[in-house]
């Protein structure tokens, strides 16, 4: 049996288990003729454990329109975000403070993320959380 030959990728931001056929989704896969529902279904059933998440996806899309399709871990910003429970970072990093986090929150996001990142150092992935914490304008304390 040959492999399937791949068409593309779509990478896509969706709330865990509440994908609807509304945009991003609907016409990301429209445009590719892939079944919306079909992916909504599976989507959802997959990630209703990880409800309150914005989880990045990546669905491959194969020529004879049949799809699969991964789901990783949360932006580093949603895990800030989730941490500190606030809506949104600062406008103004830098300047206005969006709040602050510990350096165990920080290693604890970094440990999450990790599968994701394109290290396997957990001191890496903590300077790349801290560096995303700061350009949202929240403070890392030591």
């Not at 945009?23 to 079909?38: F, K, N, R, S, Y």
């Not at 209703?48 to 910003?77: C, H, M, Q, W, Y």
Request: zero cysteines.
């Amino acid at each position: 049996m040959a492999a399937k030959k791949i068409k593309t990728y779509i990478k896509l931001n969706i709330p865990a288990g509440a994908a609807t056929a509304a945009p991003p989704v609907g016409p990301a896969l429209g445009q590719h003729g892939l079944p919306i529902m079909d992916f909504v279904k599976s989507f959802n059933e997959k990630t209703e454990s990880r409800k309150g998440n914005i989880l990045p996806v990546v669905i491959t899309v194969f020529e004879d329109r049949t799809f699969s399709f991964i789901t990783k871990e949360p932006p580093v910003a949603e895990m800030i975000k989730k941490a500190l429970g606030v809506e949104k970072g600062s406008g103004k990093a830098g300047k206005e403070s969006a709040g602050t986090i510990s350096q165990a929150q920080v290693r604890q996001i970094a440990e999450a993320k990790l599968p994701d990142m394109n290290t396997k150092n957990v001191e890496a992935a903590m300077k790349v959380v801290e560096g995303t914490a700061r350009s949202m304008g929240v403070r890392v304390t030591k």
